[in-house]
């Protein structure tokens, strides 16, 4: 996967909740007028950058740009 590094969405203060080799289950907190929710984050997504990789990570999680933006990470 080639990664374009100028196009990624960080959310901060993300907490890892259950980890497959597939997916990330993650809290992502409250926001604006969103509600705090749970959302799968698939591992291919998951920036190096990134500081959420397992269960138990929290902070904050970059993933790929147009994927953050479909799934309403932004």
Known sequence: MVWD???QVEVPDVRAI???SLALLVLIPAGGSRAPR???IPQSQIHADSEVF????VGRL???GWWGRKEGLE
Do not use: I
């Open 5 to 7: 590094e100028d196009d």
């Open 62 to 64: 970059v993933v790929n």
């Open 18 to 20: 259950r980890a497959t």
């Open 38 to 40: 749970e959302q799968w």
């Open 54 to 57: 397992a269960a138990g990570d």
